[in-house]
């Protein structure tokens, strides 16, 4: 059969939405997700999202990722989620809806292009050398280099993805350096298997290693600029837990059409 999705983007993170509330899709089917997601084969997408219901919550989120396989939170596929529900009609500027990580609350503008998503609080940061791992919804790794607009983050990235401490679960890989205000970031993301444009989870992960990193407290604001674009996340820090954590954004629609299941 042949059923309507949409294309969004946020900072050029794209994926592909369906609204699932009526259709009733059995979506568990990691080789269709995966050709759908193919970008010579079929649509394209870091990922791919249905919005279904549910009766605690304005609506689920249940994401995939490139590869066909269920995947840990997506920080800016929740905000273009966000945008796509409030597009066909499920909400108006404000939204609680569910995750695979828990209940998420977001904000969206009167014209449907720029979210503001609140993410799960953060309580542990370990150390690896001279990097940073923790969790934010999906697990993250953090490292500061210099020149990385030059840097082969495909190669590096997967190096440390499939090294043996993390190749069973995986795990994100995001090379920092910083800007005169904040930082640039480029990511390599588990179940893509590449570099992305843009990873929501993993320029929040990046804000708080480096607020642990400089030592800062209180209520921080760090803009991120990424090949995709620009994010800014803000939160409050007291030393042990970061709290209160939110990812703006922009989240665009691309294009819709049919497609044959």
């Known amino acids: 059969m042949k059923i309507p999705f949409y294309k969004y983007q946020g900072a050029g993170n794209d994926f592909i939405l369906i609204d699932n509330r009526e259709l009733g899709i059995d979506h568990h089917q990691p080789e269709l997700i995966e050709r759908l997601c193919d970008r010579r084969f079929g649509i394209g997408g870091d990922g791919m999202m249905f919005l279904q219901n549910h009766p605690d919550y304005d609506f689920e989120m249940v994401y995939y990722n490139a590869d066909g396989q269920p995947s840990s939170m997506c920080g800016n596929g929740g905000r ?44 542990h940061i370990e150390t690896d050398g001279d990097a940073y791992v923790l969790d934010t919804g999906s697990p993250h790794y953090v490292k500061m280099v210099n020149g990385l607009a030059g ?19 995986g795990i ?11 930082f640039f970031v480029r990511t390599y993301e588990r179940g893509v298997e590449d570099e992305t444009y843009a990873c929501g989870t993993g320029v929040t992960a990046v804000a708080l290693a480096m607020a642990k990193h400089q030592q800062q407290k209180g209520h921080i604001t760090t803009p991120i600029k990424v090949l995709g674009g620009d994010l800014s996340i803000h939160f409050d820090y007291d030393g042990k837990v970061f709290r209160n954590i939110y990812l703006d954004g922009p989240a665009v629609q691309v294009f819709g059409g049919e497609v044959e299941l």
């Open 172 to 182: 994100n890989v995001n090379f920092v350096e910083p800007m005169v205000e904040g």
């Open 80 to 123: 273009c989620i966000v945008a796509f529900a409030k597009f066909i009609g499920v909400i108006d500027t404000k939204t609680e809806f569910l995750a695979v990580d828990g209940p998420h609350t977001a904000k969206v503008s009167d014209t449907g292009d720029w979210v503001s998503l609140h993410m799960i609080d953060v309580d």
């Open 151 to 169: 840097k082969d983050v495909y190669h590096d990235g997967s190096a440390i993805r499939n090294s043996h401490s993390f190749k069973e679960k």
